[in-house]
């Protein structure tokens, strides 16, 4: 196989990885795109000689960071417009309030979970999070999320972090729904109590 993938061309290949990844994370059909198994697929060619393992790292950090920044001005290019509402009218004001106190945590969790990463910077965009919040949380997370994968797939069998990333791609958003269920049952609580003690 290693002969096989060595007759292609290694630029060739880190471009079609770094139009994949940017699409997974920038455009909207980056909710069906498999980014974690672009990145596999990156470690593993590493892995063979086919591309360098930095070159692969490089690709996959810019990429990802691009793809966000993409995804984020987007939603900032409709901030405060009704175009989340079309899918579920009065829900996107509580998400928005979220993100507007929790926004950095957000972006950053985000990163690590299948279709969030489309979704999480295009909300902290639509919500009006300030661009120095979002790149400060993105930017390192983004590098380390492709790092991360890349370098793992390399060294580990493909097989294992591709395992391990489709349980992420599962457990992640219920996590999300989890922790949104558990802020809005204290802040709940809160209420109740602030409204007895009164």
Known sequence: MSELLGQLSPPLLLAAAWLLLTAESGLLIGVALPGTSVLVALGYFAHLGVVPLGGAVGVAASA??????????????????????????????????????????????????????????????????????????????ACAWAATLVTLSYHVAPEIVQQFTSHLSVVGPAAVVLALLLLWASRRLRRRQAGRAR
Request: without cysteine.
């Open 64 to 141: 990802a960071v691009t793809g966000t920044h993409l995804s984020y001005l987007w939603g900032r290019r409709r901030e405060g417009a009704d175009s989340f509402h079309r899918f579920a009218p009065g829900r996107w004001d509580r998400t928005r309030d979220l993100l507007g106190r929790h926004g950095s945590r957000t972006v950053v969790a985000g990163q690590w979970f299948g279709s969030a990463r489309t979704l999480t910077p295009r909300l902290a965009g639509w919500a009006g999070m300030p661009y120095r919040t979002f790149v400060t949380a993105s930017l390192p997370t």
